[in-house]
């Protein structure tokens, strides 16, 4: 019997540098099958320039994945290259995919300085220059001494990258683009020309840029035995990359791999010209939806939910969306914070987990909190529609978006899934209730309100229709009575 995907994003920003992950990891297959989760998305496992206090996207020898004493420590944040493979192999035997997290925008933490003549741009406008070419005390020269040449000889130098944001000679901090090479085409057109966002810009027009980062993707693949990736800050690298990239991943391993991309934009069309531009090679988060989420989690009942759904990459395209609500980019003191508030979390996920369209992904910092910004965890809620995404969110979809503070849907279930079926009724008011069909198989039939938050039973007229309420500002899942 196939199950409805779910992926859990396995980190937060601010997990403690202990080392731990991969070993948790390991011992939490068994309860992650069992909850319903069929893919994870794991932190970038190859050593950051802080070492083990690199949550990974300062990403500095992709070959190192715990097994090198480098920059401090032979460890990553999240543990040894053995137990992270171990970690892998538990969670296939019990079924789960396994995401790896891909960081090619950038490196940092060069081995050495290098003196490269540069021109300074205008942060704000990317296409600007700011004076004359000068020469530079450039990190970008990558020999990696720790590893010593094992699994790939290959070692980075500027010619390896477009610009970088450091001057050593002068101790000055600015964007520098190195004389005869120009910010990369095919990137998002914010501030201009968005290649550059931090550390050694990697230039993505080197042939043997392009080359090593394939090779590294196929080591990568086999030995860890991945089944897909998720692409870090896809909106600065040329577009084209990873459509070439994910081809020569497929024809190496010969199987089929999943990608999802982070393209951190609220224009649905942006995305969706993406999406085309990959071949439909690479899916991509649903950041418009997620900000409909943080929007209406901020207007605490002045906000259309008739409308929640609109300009979203789920309504647009929904087999290349993944939908999620927060994740380590979007809480609380990162750059992009955006978090959707606590009273809203349980609606959105009823959103991206109960309805039929978009891949959706669960955050680790919903799922156990996060202490460092003290928020607590979402674990009793989300068990609950993680799990009744697995057994009950099957069959066609009828949608009720009628009234702005309170929404319905329901799923009629099918004959692969026993029980299946449901009715979701979300209000971000004062409650009500909504007169919906969930199917003539229902005739008669009790149900519930698996959430507890509503606390009479329905019953099912002959027509296959029931009133469905919900509370104030809640989320209640109706489901067959008989068979909780």
């Known amino acids: 019997m196939s199950l409805n995907g779910t992926m859990m994003q396995y980190f937060e920003w601010n997990l403690p540098a202990d080392s731990g992950l991969w070993k948790s990891l390991k011992a939490d297959a068994t309860k992650l099958k069992n909850l319903g989760i069929t893919a994870l998305w ?13 949550v990974g996207y300062g990403v500095y020898d992709l070959y190192d994945l715990g097994e090198f004493d480098q920059k401090g420590s032979v460890p990553t944040k999240y543990g040894t290259k053995a137990e992270y493979v171990a970690a892998i192999k538990a969670l296939h035997a019990k079924g789960i995919n396994v995401y790896a997290d891909v960081v090619f925008n950038h490196k940092m933490g060069a081995d050495e300085v290098e003196e490269v003549t540069a021109e300074e741009f205008n942060a704000n406008s990317r296409n600007q220059m700011i004076g004359d070419s000068k020469t530079i005390g450039a990190w970008t020269k990558f020999t990696f001494p720790g590893r010593k040449g094992k699994y ?15 001057d050593q000679d002068r101790a000055k901090q600015a964007i520098f683009a190195f004389s005869g090479k120009g910010w990369d085409d095919e990137v998002d057109e914010e501030l201009g020309n968005y290649d550059y966002l931090m550390g050694a810009d990697v230039d993505f027009d080197n042939q043997e840029v392009r080359e090593e ?15 897909g990736y998720r692409l870090d800050a ?23 791999l999943f990608a999802v991309g982070e393209y951190w934009h609220w224009d ?19 950041v418009p939806l997620h900000f409909n989420f943080h929007n209406c989690s901020k207007a605490h009942g002045d906000y259309d939910l008739t409308k929640i759904l609109d300009g979203s990459l789920t309504q647009a395209n929904p087999l290349k969306s993944v939908t999620f609500v927060d994740n380590h980019d979007s809480q609380p003191g990162q750059s992009l914070e955006s978090w959707v508030e606590d009273w809203f979390k349980p609606m959105a996920y009823a959103l991206i987990l109960l309805r039929r369209d978009g891949y959706p992904c669960v955050f680790y910092g919903d799922y156990r909190g996060i202490p460092s910004s003290k928020i607590k965890s979402k674990k009793k809620e989300l068990d609950k529609l993680i799990k009744l995404r697995a057994s009950h969110a099957y069959g066609e979809q009828h949608d009720y978006f009628d009234d702005p503070n309170c929404i319905g849907w329901t799923r009629e279930g099918d004959e ?17 209730t909504k007169h919906m069909y969930i199917g003539k198989q229902f005739a008669g039939c009790h149900f519930s309100d698996a959430m507890g938050n509503a606390k009479y039973n329905i019953k099912i007229d002959e027509w296959g229709y029931g009133d469905f309420y919900v509370n104030r500002d809640a989320v209640s899942v109706w489901v067959r009575k008989e068979n909780k």
């Open 42 to 54: 794991l932190p970038p496992a190859y050593k950051g320039a802080n070492g083990v206090f690199d």
């Open 416 to 432: 692969e899934h026993p029980d299946s079926g449901l009715a979701v009724v979300i209000s971000d008011g004062t409650g009500g």
């Open 213 to 227: 980062l394939t090779a590294w993707g196929k080591w990568y693949t086999k030995t860890c035995n991945l089944d």
């Open 152 to 166: 790939s000889k290959f070692t980075w130098n500027w010619n390896h990258f477009d610009g970088i944001d450091w």
């Open 268 to 286: 649905v069309n942006v995305l969706q010209d993406y999406i085309r531009a990959t071949d439909g090679e690479v899916s991509l988060f649903d």
């Open 234 to 256: 896809v909106k600065h690298i040329n577009k084209y990359f990873f459509r070439d990239w994910m081809k020569s991943m497929k024809e190496a391993s010969e199987r089929e």
